[in-house]
C-alpha cells in the first residue's frame, strides 16, 4: 500500500515536471521563413534532452520535424521548370508535376508564378487555377486554399475543393446561382446572409470561370 503511493507520487511529481519543461515559453527568436528549413533533417535535442532527464527510462516521443521531408536546398540558377504539387482534403491532382507557369486566383488578384519565383505565402479565393506546360493549359475551379512558393522553385497549392473548368456543368451553376440570390435577397439574419452570400461568390466565380 505504501509502496502503491509512494510511486504514484513520483509518477505524479514526473508528469508536473514534464508539464512545466513542455509549457515552459521559448526564447524569442527570429521567425524563420518557410523555405528557411534545413535542407537536412535535424531533432530537436532541447526536448530530447528534457525528457531523458525527466523520463530517463521512456524513450522521447518523435517531434515534428522527424516526420518531415527536408526540401532541396535552392539551386544556384534558376531552373526551367516550375515544380508543382496540388492537393486536396481527398486526393492528389498533381504530384511533383514539372510546368511552365501556373497562375492562381489569390485573394489579392490572379497570380502568375513561373521558375525562380520570390517565396510566398498565398490565400486562394473562389477561382481559376491555370497549369500552363508548353502549349497546353489546365484549368481548375478551387474553392479556397493556400499556395506556398518555395525559394527552390516548387509550388504547393492546396485546396478545400476542386474540380477540372470542363467537368462543370453550366446549367447547374446558373440554378444555383439564382438561388443563393434570392437566398441573399430574403435572409433575415447574419448567419443566413452570410450563408447565401458564400453561395453567391462561389458561383458567380464558377459562371466567370465557364464565360471567360
Do not use: C
Not at 160 to 180: C, R, T, W, Y
Amino acid at each position: 500500500m505504501h509502496l502503491h503511493f509512494a510511486q504514484t507520487r513520483r509518477s505524479l511529481t514526473m508528469l508536473r515536471q514534464t508539464s512545466r519543461l513542455l509549457l515552459r515559453p521559448a526564447p524569442r527568436m527570429a521567425q524563420a521563413f518557410s523555405t528557411d528549413v534545413p535542407a537536412t533533417t535535424t531533432a530537436d535535442s532541447t526536448f530530447i534532452e528534457s525528457w531523458k532527464k525527466v523520463i530517463p527510462n521512456i524513450e522521447p516521443p518523435k517531434t515534428p520535424s522527424a516526420f518531415m521531408t527536408p526540401r532541396p536546398a535552392p539551386p544556384a540558377s534558376i531552373p526551367s521548370k516550375l515544380t508543382v504539387n496540388f492537393v486536396l482534403p481527398y486526393a492528389s491532382e498533381l504530384a511533383t508535376k514539372e510546368v511552365d507557369m501556373v497562375i492562381i486566383p489569390a485573394t489579392t488578384g490572379q497570380m502568375g508564378v513561373l521558375p525562380g519565383h520570390v517565396p510566398t505565402i498565398a490565400e486562394l479565393k473562389p477561382g481559376i487555377l491555370s497549369v500552363h506546360e508548353g502549349n497546353d493549359t489546365k484549368k481548375y475551379f478551387i474553392s479556397s486554399g493556400f499556395a506556398f512558393i518555395h525559394a527552390n522553385s516548387v509550388a504547393d497549392v492546396i485546396a478545400v475543393e476542386a474540380v477540372p473548368v470542363d467537368q462543370i456543368d453550366s446549367n447547374l451553376v446558373q440554378k444555383g446561382l439564382a438561388e443563393f440570390t434570392q437566398k441573399l435577397s430574403s435572409a433575415s439574419t447574419d448567419l443566413e446572409k452570410a450563408e447565401a452570400q458564400i453561395g453567391v461568390d462561389v458561383h458567380s466565380a464558377m459562371n466567370a470561370a465557364l464565360s471567360g
